[in-house]
């Protein structure tokens, strides 16, 4: 009975052993099926997307161009396209979308227009005398500029990403500067590379070191205990140094006038014309310059599908002939139909800007109407999105050139023709309307004179631009008018607006040599000759007071706008010849 106790106990050692090896097996099987299964149901942590170098740091982004400035940040993205800078404002700024059209949609914060009361310009040895010091030019200390760039660059620093984009001003290429911009929006990258003229690949390669560098630190205010900053805005120009600091404005336009204000300066130095203006040309190759200030037209009016566009706003004049400075457009979206501005609105596709529209986020339709974010709505796009666009953007010498202005009063005439002295005088008033929003603090239209139609963005005395524009009208024979694109039958609040169908009637006839041979008549107290009749123009509206029920009123109205040009011009009279006194209004 032991024994067969002790054999069954030995058995069943045995069967346990057998019972382990084969239940050791199937776990082992079990492990090597779930194991797959457990792996493809397993919850993964983000990774990382590998991305091509062509969407984000190129092979010509050389951190030595950001490290020599002091600047640290790794992520850097350099010459990126639409579709990259796309992309980037779409994930990190708020305000951005793609709209109906493919355009991208910007917003520029608190500041929707330039703040022009807040740009300085430094005192400093080598250009001290050259500059027109004052209210358009205000004076910095290089100390103080050295603090406005030290808060940029620290604050470029704390980004987590930077953009920087080389490019070109002016389309000539004798001419033109290497401009390079580094901000912290892809917005301001974008509407930088619309702007500046784009270089080619061969080009960006041997770009080399810029002539100027743009810190645009916008979303950063300025130290209001700096020296000479009275706000929290600052944009700052170093023409020794080379370098403009931008702070407290995520406006866009201030890095384009920027620009601009650099042409201002070193263009004229070499006798060429910088101008204010927008220039296309005709089918025999007729330039006509249009210079103006925002809200008159200049883009509206040299967007015309019979002519080719050179330009809609920046242009230099050289003994050659003109070229734009720009490689874009920047033109005013409000009200924007496609029936009044056809070659606009079709230009409003992918690669194009706009900045401040107000839009359904449902279909990306946007309101032009809807001026409840600024009345400054702008859209910024590439020459190229004209369909007659000229490229390269040069041209001739004019032929005519045409005096823009918004006439708050409602007392000058559509157009008149002006003699050389009175070209002059009207170049240096530089009479207008201030357009509500295009500028921070105005409300409504207001009476202002701005000398050569861009005082803003002059940095010499207007008497050197206007002895270059007389010298140059002088050479070619260039016929010069004035016309006004502002108010008719009553003032700002009683009248209406000139119709833009006949501001377009009154330039075909202006193109086609019509009005340059109509019979004239002399519109008192301003002594300008006014065509009797135009081309598909009725001839009432061409003498003004003719369109007013209160004549009474439009007497009182035009000795005050004339008192007003004889004031403003005041300033001016030292160094003016004796006719473009005389031109004056009596």
């Known amino acids: ?18 019972r382990r090896i084969h239940s050791s097996r199937v776990l082992a099987d079990q492990a090597k099926i779930r194991a797959p299964i457990a792996d493809a149901l397993k919850v993964r942590q983000p990774q990382a997307m590998s991305v091509p170098k062509d969407m984000a740091q190129f092979d010509d982004a050389d951190m030595a161009i950001l490290h020599n400035l002091g600047i640290e940040t790794d992520a850097v993205i350099h010459n990126a396209r639409p579709g990259t800078l796309y992309d980037e404002a779409l994930r990190y700024e708020k305000g951005s979308a793609i709209l109906s059209t493919g355009a991208l949609a910007a917003y520029s914060g608190a500041k929707t227009g330039r703040s022009p009361m807040d740009k300085r310009v430094v005192e400093e040895d080598t250009t001290i005398d050259d500059v027109w010091w004052g209210t358009v030019n205000m004076g910095l200390s290089e100390k103080s500029f050295s603090i406005n760039r030290e808060r940029a660059i620290d604050y470029l620093n704390t980004r987590p990403r930077l953009y920087v984009l080389d490019g070109f001003a002016g389309w000539d290429p004798e001419y033109r500067y290497k401009i390079r911009v580094i901000t912290s929006r892809a917005y301001h990258a974008l509407f930088m590379h619309n702007m500046l003229i784009r270089p080619t690949e061969e080009e ?24 000479g900053m009275t706000s929290g805005t600052s944009v700052s120009l170093n023409f020794k140094a080379k370098e403009v600091v931008i702070l407290g404005s995520q406006y866009a336009g201030e890095m384009k006038k920027g620009v601009f204000t650099i042409m201002n300066y070193l263009l004229p130095k070499q006798g060429i014309l910088s101008m204010h203006a927008s220039a296309n040309e005709g089918q025999d190759g007729d330039v006509t310059v249009f210079f103006g200030l925002s809200g008159t037209g200049k883009t509206t009016l040299s967007a015309d599908e019979n002519r ?4 809609d706003d920046e242009h230099a004049w050289t003994d050659k002939g003109v070229f734009n400075i720009e490689g874009g457009c920047y033109a005013k979206a409000i009200g924007l139909t496609r029936e009044k501005e056809p070659e606009i609105w079709d230009a409003i596709r992918f690669g194009a800007l706009l900045e401040n529209v107000v839009f359904d986020t449902r279909t990306g339709e946007v309101d032009y109407d809807d001026n409840s974010i600024t009345e400054n709505t702008r859209v910024s796009y590439p020459l190229e999105y004209i369909p ?11 032929k005519n050139i045409i005096m823009l202005t918004c006439d708050a009063f409602g007392v000058l005439p559509p157009v008149s023709k002006l003699t050389p002295a009175q070209a002059m005088y009207h170049f240096i008033s530089g009479y207008t309307a201030k357009v509500a929003g ?6 409504e239209p207001t009476a202002t004179f701005s000398a050569c139609f861009g005082a803003p963005f002059m940095v010499w005395h207007p008497a050197k631009y206007a002895e270059l524009l007389a010298d140059k009208m002088a050479k070619h024979n260039v016929n010069a008018w004035l016309i006004n694109t502002g108010w008719t039958g009553g003032a700002f609040g009683a009248g209406h607006r000139m119709s833009l169908k006949d501001t377009r009637a009154i330039i075909d006839a202006i193109h086609s040599g019509d009005l340059a041979k109509a019979e004239y008549e002399n519109f008192p107290r301003f002594n300008l000759k006014v065509p009797k009749s135009c081309p598909n123009v009725d001839s009432q509206i061409l003498m003004p007071n003719k369109t007013w029920t209160d004549q009474t009123e439009f007497e009182r109205m035009s000795t005050k706008l004339s008192a007003l040009f004889k004031d403003n011009f005041e300033k001016f009279k030292d160094g003016c010849s004796e006719d473009i006194k005389a031109a004056a209004p009596e």
């Open 1 to 18: 009975m032991a024994a067969r106790t002790s054999a069954l106990r030995s058995l069943a050692r045995a069967c346990g052993a057998v």
């Open 204 to 227: 960006l390669a041997n770009f080399g070191e810029p002539d100027y560098t743009i810190y645009n630190a916008g979303a950063f205010p300025a130290n209001r205990a700096t020296d």
């Open 308 to 311: 080719k566009l050179i330009g």
């Open 388 to 398: 007659n666009v000229k490229i390269p953007a040069v041209g001739g010498h004019p």
């Open 438 to 443: 295009t500028e921070m603090g105005v409300s």
